[in-house]
């Protein structure tokens, strides 16, 4: 059976992006380290430490779809038709996608009117592969609601101030102890949900 997690690379303070929606350092240790991984389905290599790189091939291997909202969607375009980690994507929305977005016909993106829907779909695309929601909204919503199995953070040294929270809006969760990866200029945290 799938795995659902959210996983954000997140300030101290608790952002996932700045009120613009930009990440502005959040995203530095991805080239913190001089081992290449090459995510499958962005066009960019990363250089990160051993410990990130391993981090980073688990979750491709284990890859298997991949929920989104309509404004991650659109902030990014559809990245391009290309989706992230080049897997199955449901984007929870209740339009259809736009009509000027670069999309390519072989792209596999599946628009699902409602969350629950959009896992259920993810999951049975995923196999035992993980589900990767992404959104912090989506990711709370998931969490609100039981959807989630796993919360990952790639918890970065910086304070943002202000922006988009990753854990914003909920109620209480209780989480396993943390499997710790310490990478350079982050550590990787990975909690199980306990129901």
Same mark, same amino acid.
């Given at each position: 059976m799938a795995t659902v997690i959210s996983s954000f690379c997140t300030s101290l303070d608790g952002f996932v992006a700045r009120p613009?929606?930009?990440v502005g350092p959040l995203f530095d240790w991805h080239h913190s380290g001089d081992v290449e991984v090459r995510p499958p389905g962005y066009p960019l290599t990363l250089r990160v430490s051993e410990a990130s790189a391993r981090h980073w091939r688990e979750?491709?291997?284990?890859?298997? %779809?991949? !929920?989104?909202g309509r404004r991650l969607f659109d902030h990014t375009r559809g990245w391009g038709g290309r989706p992230p980690l080049g897997v199955p994507t449901? !984007? !929870?929305?209740?339009?259809p996608p736009p009509e000027d977005w670069p999309a390519r016909t072989e792209a596999p993106?599946?628009? !699902?009117?409602?969350?629950?829907? %959009?896992v259920a779909k993810a999951t049975a695309v995923a196999g035992e592969g993980i589900v990767s929601v992404s959104g912090?909204?989506? %990711?709370?919503?998931?969490?609100?609601a039981g959807l989630l199995d796993e919360v990952w953070m790639d918890l970065v040294p910086v304070l943002l101030g202000e922006g988009i929270r990753y854990l914003d809006d909920v109620n209480e969760v209780r989480l396993s102890d943390p499997t710790i990866i310490n990478g350079a200029k982050v550590t990787h945290l990975r909690y199980r949900v306990e129901r």
């Open positions: 613009d929606d930009s979750m491709i291997e284990r890859r298997g %779809a991949f !929920v989104c449901f !984007v !929870v929305s209740h339009r993106y599946t628009f !699902v009117g409602d969350l629950e829907s %959009a912090a909204n989506l %990711a709370q919503q998931c969490l609100r």
